[in-house]
């Protein structure tokens, strides 16, 4: 530590390139994205609680839903997965930083002018964004409210951001492994995320080209989306799911990763199958390219469009049952032990495959024109983004978070904040597969009263859900404090990876100055 | 061992119980599972997720047991000395290849019912149904009929800020004032479409939701076995009013359908001699303002609100530019055409209506301007004059 001469006080983090700087500013600024957007969906479930408008007008609530949807996915799930990258990467690959440090900094930094100018929404006249996260057009061009250009630009520089965090770990990972690892020894959460990078890079621009033309047919008298002008529609659906299906994988892929180093830790065994997880991935991100078109089969599309996107949508599900059954088969014969990151892993495989068999069901066209736009679809993807994409983030914090403080963290109020989330996620999400398959549709403040008993449920898992948060907050700031002492180097006994067996806890600021040898 | 046979046969009664409560629910419609419905095809959607549900809650069943069971089984007070295998070619391949089958299976019946269900030739009829911001328009190609479908439910039962809303009904946001009436036994075609933004006409059971888009024409089809009243949503957002524009088809057997028909075909005759009349005859302020109130409280208080102040991105009236030092003519053609989110009104209201709401608006709310519009002039704008 005695060479580290870095600034302190506000300028080391405005100006930092160290990697472990930048990752925990991400992971920070991810979790008070996390909370802005879960007091949202508080909102949203105040009014779902029973029917009748109490609260909001039915145009606000549409500001919520939009808003929760939009600061979920790019301000909570994905900065925390970046800001994972940033912290593990070099340390798995046995570098000493991240190989853009500079553009490492500013990628960060654009986020919080992109969530300024997205919030600064709510409190403009006419409202903040009310379209829906997928901001269909014409909702959102001819009908948009003026702060639509602001959500605009934000989609932009966020996109940017993830752009140049994706090539910064594609940089890092071919150029800057310890000599002796090759690509297949490399850890698997490197892996999950070089694929996702790939996947940032060739869907943010679409994106962006997307809300580009979303910007010309608002101001400059395009008429891409407008059928008046000869536009369409159901082409901004098309581009948009372009981008939004491996968005969706983007959101996942590096949770699988942290899946597969939780699970063999904790069960003292090898990862199961380790090259059929890599092919695995790497064939759900291709697939992922190819089925986007399951998110419209009620826009009237030819019925062989609908054959083909039914089926390539189905094969999905082979890759991804290959990964659960590796960690099943992982577990088997093991030696288990359940501590906090554990459970979170196990809950993660669990509800994962709930949200994975749902997809399933509405992969298949013919039903899907049931499910589409309901309750149905809501139960899906919060069962995939809640315990898979944040219960995956969680696990990963509880993991290596004595490798990062260099402290353990309470364990028995780990265990309350996983029993809480577990409990509350559940009552949450599980009754919306009630409501949807009885006609509940999506995106509503009100409702028919059979719907009742199922919203209320919900909304007092929610509360639930969002006060289980908080244990966690209370959590990581006793760890970053002193927490209940100081963590081993190997902090976990079945520990792998260069970061548990090569570096001290804490790690050192710039983490491998001499690059360890991997056999 | 004891303990493992306790939970797995807790887990087998839970899924049963799961699956108990699917089945149970099946006869009366309940509030837990997809609706059979009443056409051929909705009935083969309802088989088809019963028998996706039944395999994939298997699958999970499966997962879960294996789980369990490791957790169980193999703890490190059970199981201290983990074993070292990494791999198994045979084992991967199993569950590659299997659930593919399973899917291959799944595919079969999936592929001949979404043909039939998108083959809408051979039609005995046809419905025009256009999406609006919010309501429907229902046009039967067929016999000349046309009629806007909009929410009955009144405001008072879902305005509750403060916490006085009025007792609901049973079909609460479920309910509309001009229900679809529809011949059981035939072959109905819709022609989908939409006005405004992207709307979604669905009947749960008829199993049939179908995005109405502004400038295109979709196409879905519907038999109706059964006599009854069927209730679905829009089921796309579509702004402020999504959750607040129900569809409600009566279907009926072809004769009393017939006798439908003839009394909408006269009820149009009359109301267009009606029309006629008002458009003829010269209206005085009194009679303009109190028909005109009545119309705006039906037709635009909903976005410009009842004290014509607006609402967020609904702009006011009171004192507005368009209201008051606009002409009336420009004003009343605005209206008529509709301008950006504001829907044309043209169509749906009379000349007389139009005039009415048109000299509401310029003098309600302090607008004062003194201006009386006759419909014999709203007549004159539609025409181009």
Redesign the interface.
């Known amino acids: 530590m005695a060479h580290d001469h870095h600034p302190t006080g506000l300028s080391r983090w405005l100006f930092t390139t160290n990697h472990k700087d930048i990752g925990t500013m991400y992971l920070w600024f991810s979790f008070i994205m996390f909370l802005i957007g879960g007091l949202m969906a508080l909102g949203i479930r105040l009014e779902l609680f029973q029917p009748g408008l109490q609260f909001w007008d039915p145009n606000f609530f549409n500001t919520l839903t939009t808003m929760h949807g939009l600061i979920m996915v790019f301000g909570a799930v994905m900065p925390a997965f970046v800001g994972l990258a940033n912290w593990l990467i070099p340390m798995q690959i046995g570098a000493p930083d991240m190989a853009l440090p500079r553009m490492n900094n500013w990628s960060f930094w654009i986020l919080p002018f992109a969530f300024g100018l997205l919030l600064s929404s709510l409190f403009m006249e006419g409202g903040a964004p009310n379209f829906g996260w997928t901001f269909y057009a014409p909702l959102s061009t001819k009908f948009g409210p003026p702060s639509t250009d602001f959500f605009i630009f934000g989609v932009h520089l966020m996109g940017i951001s993830s752009i140049m965090g994706a090539i910064n770990v594609i940089v890092t990972v071919f150029n800057m492994r310890a000599p002796g690892m090759t690509l297949m020894k490399m850890p698997m959460f490197v892996w999950t995320w070089v694929i996702t990078a790939f996947l940032l890079i060739m869907v943010m621009p679409v994106l962006a080209g997307a809300v580009t033309m979303m910007l010309t047919d608002r101001h400059f008298g395009t008429s891409f989306f407008d059928a008046a002008g000869g536009g369409d529609p159901v082409m901004f659906q098309h581009i948009f799911w372009f981008f939004g299906h491996p968005e969706v994988y983007i959101m996942i892929l590096p949770a699988f990763g942290i899946a597969s180093h939780i699970i063999p830790a904790f069960s003292r065994k090898p990862l199961f199958g380790y090259s059929s997880m890599v092919y695995a991935t790497a064939s759900i991100a291709f697939l992922s390219f190819i089925v986007w078109a399951h998110h419209m089969f009620t826009v009237g599309m030819p019925v062989a469009g609908e054959l083909y996107f039914m089926i390539a949508t189905m094969i999905i599900a082979v890759p991804t049952g290959v990964k659960i059954f590796n960690w099943v088969a992982t577990m088997w014969r093991g030696s288990l032990t359940f501590e906090t990151p554990m459970l979170f892993a196990l809950a993660f495989v669990v509800l994962f495959t709930l949200g994975g068999v749902s997809g399933v069901m509405l992969a298949m066209t013919p039903v899907d024109k049931q499910y589409h736009d309901t309750y149905f679809v809501v139960a899906h993807f919060h069962y995939v983004l809640f315990p898979g994409a944040i219960f995956g983030t969680i696990a990963a914090v509880y993991y290596w978070l004595p490798k990062w403080t260099g402290n353990m963290y309470s364990e028995f109020w780990g265990k309350i904040h996983f029993w809480f989330s577990i409990i509350a996620v559940n009552l949450t999400f599980f009754p919306m597969h009630f409501s949807g398959l009885a006609g509940m549709q999506r995106r509503v403040p009100d409702y028919n009263m059979m719907f009742e008993g199922f919203n209320q449920m919900s909304s007092i898992g929610a509360f639930m859900l969002g006060f289980g948060q908080i244990i966690f907050l209370g959590v990581l700031i006793h760890c970053i404090k002193g927490g209940k002492g100081k963590a081993t180097d190997k902090v976990w006994e079945g520990a792998e990876g260069l970061e548990f067996t090569h570096l001290p806890s804490p790690a050192p600021y710039h983490s491998f100055e001499q690059s360890p040898e991997v056999k | 061992m004891s303990l493992l046979k306790k939970v797995m046969s807790g887990l087998v009664l839970f899924v049963s119980m799961i699956m108990g409560s699917l089945w149970a629910a099946e006869p009366e419609y ?6 059979p419905g009443v056409t051929d ?1 909705s009935q ?2 309802y088989d ?2 019963m028998e ?2 039944v395999i ?2 298997a ?2 069943a499966l ?2 047991a ?2 369990l069971f ?2 169980i089984r ?3 007070s059970k ?10 070619t045979t ?2 391949i199993i ?2 290849v299997v ?2 089958l399973i ?1 291959i299976y ?2 079969k019946p ?2 001949s ?3 039939d ?2 083959d809408t030739s051979k039609a005995d009829m046809t419905v025009q149904v256009t999406g609006i911001q919010w309501k429907w328009k229902y046009k039967y190609l067929d016999s000349d009929i046309e009629f806007i479908s909009s929410l009955s439910t009144p405001a008072e ?5 403060e ?1 006085n ?1 009025a007792e ?1 009904g ?5 309910e509309v004032d001009n229900e679809v009436v529809l011949p059981i036994g035939k072959k109905i075609r819709f022609l ?1 479409t939409a006005d ?3 709307h ?1 006409w ?1 009947v ?1 059971d008829f ?5 109405a ?4 024409v ?2 879905t089809w519907a038999k109706i076995n059964e006599p009854g009243i069927y209730r ?13 524009m129900p569809i409600v088809v009566r279907a009926v057997p072809q004769a009393e359908y017939d006798q439908w028909v003839e009394k909408k075909l006269a009820e149009k005759a009359e109301a267009e001699r009606l029309a006629a009349e008002a458009a003829a005859r010269s209206w005085s302020m009194e009679d303009l303002m109190a028909q005109g109130k009545e119309v705006y409280e039906a037709k635009c208080a909903v976005c410009h609100q009842s004290n014509g102040e607006g ?3 609904f702009p006011a009236l009171k004192g507005s530019k368009v209201a008051t030092v606009d002409s009336a003519d420009d004003h009343a053609r605005l209206v008529i055409l509709g301008l ?2 504001m829907p044309k009104f043209g169509e749906e209201l009379s000349d007389a209506d139009l005039a009415a709401v048109v000299t509401y608006e310029r003098n309600a709310w302090g607008n004062d301007t003194g201006d009386t519009v006759q419909p014999g002039r709203i007549a004159e704008l539609k025409a181009g004059k």
């Open positions: 309940s509030t837990l599972n997809l609706r095809n083969l959607v088809l997720h996706v549900v994939m809650f699958v999970a997962v879960f294996a789980i490791a957790v193999f703890r490190k199981n201290p000395n983990p074993a070292k295998f990494s791999h198994s084992l991967e569950w590659t659930p593919m899917l799944l595919t999936a592929i019912l979404l043909l269900m998108e039962q879902y305005n509750d800020y916490r809303a609901k049973e079909n609460y946001l479920l989908i405004d933004v992207i979604s669905w749960p199993a049939v939701k179908m995005d888009i502004p400038g295109f979709n196409e679905g949503v829009c089921a796309e957002l579509c702004g402020r009013l999504h959750g607040f609402l967020g991105t950006n989110a």
